[in-house]
C-alpha cells in the first residue's frame, strides 16, 4: 500500500484511452463494498466527458477527461470526512490497476451522478490513464502536523510519514496527529482552509494503513 501511496500523484491531462472492461469490472466491484461498508453512494461515472467539457474544467486545467467518481451521500456531519476517507481507497485501488486520478472540489462542470434529494455531491475524482505520472509536491515534516519525538513508536511515525503522502486541497496539509497518553490517536483537521474535513478523511485513511489499524485507536 505504501507504494501506491508513493507512486500516485494528481493527474489531471489524460489520454484518449477507454478503460477496459476487466478494470471497470474490479473498479465496480470495490465501489459496491465501500457503498456497503460506509453508508454512501459512491457512483463512477465512465465514457462521459461533459462534466469535464465545461468552462470551470478548462481552467482546472484539465484534458481529455471522460471518467470520474462521484462520492454521493446522505447528508450528516460526517459526510465530508467519510467521502475523503473511502474516496482515498479508492484512488489507492485505482493506482494498483494502473490508473490515475485527481480530487477535484470545483473546476468541473455539471455531474452525471444520481443525487437524491436528501443526498448530496461532495466532490468528485478524475479518473483515466494519464500522459504523464504527476508530479511530486513540497511536503511538511512530520513533526509540522505530529507531537512526534524520538521516542514515539515506530507505527506511529508511519502512520504519520503515511499521511503526509496524502493529497489535500492546494496542498495545504492543514492536520494534526496526536499521540495521547493513553495511545489513542487525535486526529484534527485545521481551521481555515477548503475541504478541510474531506481531507481529514484522506489523511486518517493514509494513517491508518501505514500504522496498521492492529496499533491504535482514535481518540
Known sequence: MKEWMKARHSVRQYLEKAIPASIRAELDGYVETLNRDSGLRIQI?????????????????????????????????????????YGELLVLKAQKLGLNTCWVALTHGKS??????????????????????????????????????????DWFRAGVEAALLAPTAINQQKFRFTLEQDGKVLAKAGLVGPCLKIDLGIVKCHFELGAGKENFTWA
Request: aromatic share 8%; proline share 5%.
Open 112 to 153: 452525471k451522478a444520481v443525487v437524491e434529494k436528501d443526498e448530496t455531491e461532495v466532490i468528485i475524482i478524475s479518473l483515466g490513464y494519464g500522459k504523464t505520472q504527476g508530479s511530486e509536491r513540497k511536503s511538511k515534516s512530520p513533526e509540522d502536523v505530529s507531537n512526534i519525538t524520538p521516542a514515539s513508536p
Open 45 to 85: 461515472l465512465y465514457d462521459e466527458p461533459e462534466c469535464f467539457g465545461a468552462r470551470m474544467a478548462h481552467y482546472g486545467r484539465f484534458e481529455n477527461c471522460a471518467n470520474y467518481i462521484a462520492m454521493v451521500g446522505k447528508k450528516s456531519a460526517d459526510l465530508d470526512e467519510r467521502c475523503g476517507y
